[in-house]
Nanobody
Framework: QVQLVESGGGLVQAGGSLRLSCAAS????????MGWFRQAPGNERVFVAA????????YYADSVKGRFTISRDNAENMVYLQLNSLKPEDTAVYYC????????????????WGQGTQVTVSS
């Protein structure tokens, strides 16, 4: 089991940047692929990015490709999501999750979730 806690969200103007962090507990963190999803009010949770166990491979939703970067530090049990060139449509609660497969792009692939961190982008 992996327990996850997200942080780093906030209010930012369009074109700005944020860095989200996801702290994981559990000795088996490096056994899991990790992913970021986001959920806007009234919408489903949608895939943003995923990263493989060792961190060498990453996969992105088309809507964020070239703007967002996922990374991980297995020594520190951390996963990050760098958000650049933010747009108002990026506004959502962002969640990190752990998965046994890669790339896992649906919420059903993930067995553990954090509580989420709010990202709000003003125009």
């Amino acid at each position: 089991q992996v327990q996850l806690v997200e942080s780093g969200g906030g209010l930012v103007q369009a074109g700005g940047s944020l860095r989200l962090s996801c702290a994981a507990s559990g000795r088996t963190f490096s056994n899991y692929a990790m992913g970021w999803f986001r959920q806007a009010p009234g919408n489903e949770r949608v895939f943003v990015a995923a990263i493989k166990w060792g961190g060498g491979n990453a996969y992105y939703a088309d809507s964020v490709k070239g703007r967002f970067t996922i990374s991980r530090d297995n020594a520190e049990n951390m996963v990050y999501l760098q958000l650049n060139s933010l747009k108002p449509e990026d506004t959502a609660v962002y969640y990190c999750g752990s998965a046994r497969s890669y790339p896992a792009t649906t919420p059903y692939d993930y067995g553990n979730w954090g509580q989420g961190t709010q990202v709000t982008v003003s125009s």
